[in-house]
């Protein structure tokens, strides 16, 4: 099959809208609605920062890559990199190095953040004792004050995440399964956040899966696939089935999962306004008196010391 733009052979057939593309008409079909979104979400400035959380998965370095490529030739916008070492033995470390070797060759500020530093714990303590919670519970919180915090040391004005439309399509169906509005009302993406926390964004909001993997293939990039190994069969999991099931019956149910929900969310953050944050000793903001990561950390060093 030949692309629908060129003579040459198409990599892809898109479902949803019916196009064949070859590899060069295809990168700029993604990168095409890239930059929409970061346009839609974000009020860059001159001389404004981003960070980007990168774990040197495919999204997460496809989302990098992207960002790098659109501001490459804007002096007054700053792209950093924050990734995460949540200390898992023969699983982080070498995705840590994909993302150095990305950073350096790009002249890319690269920013490292460990669980050890940050709360003296790693995930190879952490998950064995985590009981009825999954690790990733732990994982989560953790990794949220780590990315916030060196945002913020880093005077970083957006943080970037590499959520792709399965990620989203997922979060969606799942918290209104749940019935859980006010958690909904928070997906976002949120132009004004409260003090203390760093606007998020995803570029690859409207990018599907598949889509962010042909990418990262196509266009030569170096990225970590193993699986973590305390990953557990979530919850989520369910509405990854759900989600393409309807996806494969029906092309284009992602994308209708995401539009209804941002014509939405202007109802859902009128009716669910932000509850006004503490600051915990830590210096994170928090609903109650201490966050959840100085929570969920003494939890677990009175575990440890026991
Ligand atoms: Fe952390 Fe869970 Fe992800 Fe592993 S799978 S890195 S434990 S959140
Ligand atoms: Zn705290």
Redesign the pocket.
């Known amino acids: 099959m030949k692309c629908d733009h060129c003579p040459h052979d198409a990599v892809t057939f898109i479902r949803y809208n019916g196009a064949h593309l070859c590899a060069h008409h295809f990168m700029k079909y993604v990168e095409k609605r890239v930059k929409r979104e970061i346009r839609r979400q974000i009020d860059l400035k001159p001389g404004d920062k981003v960070a980007v959380a990168v774990?040197g998965g495919k999204d997460s370095m496809v989302t990098l890559h992207l960002l790098n490529e659109t501001f490459r030739d804007r002096d007054d916008i700053e792209i950093h990199c924050i990734t995460i070492d949540?200390g898992?033995e023969g699983?982080?470390p070498s995705s840590i190095e994909i993302v150095k070797r990305y950073c350096a060759s790009n002249d890319i500020p690269f920013h490292l953040v460990t669980f050890k530093d940050m709360f003296d714990l790693t995930?190879d303590q952490v998950?064995p004792l985590s009981g009825d919670n999954?690790?990733?519970t732990?994982?989560?919180v953790f990794?949220r004050k780590c990315m916030n915090t060196v945002a913020k040391e880093i005077g970083a004005n957006y943080l970037a995440t590499g959520h792709n439309l399965d990620d989203m399509s997922q979060s969606i169906m799942m918290n209104f399964v749940r019935g859980d509005v006010e958690r909904l009302a928070r997906l976002g993406p949120h132009k004004k956040v409260q003090p203390g926390l760093i606007p998020r964004f995803a570029p690859l909001r409207s990018i599907p899966e598949k889509e962010s993997l042909l990418y990262a293939m196509v266009s030569g990039l170096e990225y970590h696939d193993l699986t973590?190994?305390?990953?557990?069969e979530a919850l989520r999991n369910q509405y990854r089935s759900v989600v393409d099931d309807l996806e494969s019956r029906s092309p284009g149910s992602k994308f209708s999962i995401l539009s209804s929900y941002d014509q939405l969310y202007p109802m859902l953050t009128e009716n669910y306004k932000a509850a006004k944050l503490n600051t915990c000793e830590c210096g994170e903001p928090t609903l109650g008196k201490r966050c959840k990561a100085c929570e969920l950390s003494e939890r677990m060093h009175d575990l440890i010391d026991r």
């Open positions: 774990s949540e898992i699983y982080r995930m998950a999954s690790p990733c732990y994982c989560g990794r973590c190994p305390y990953w557990e």
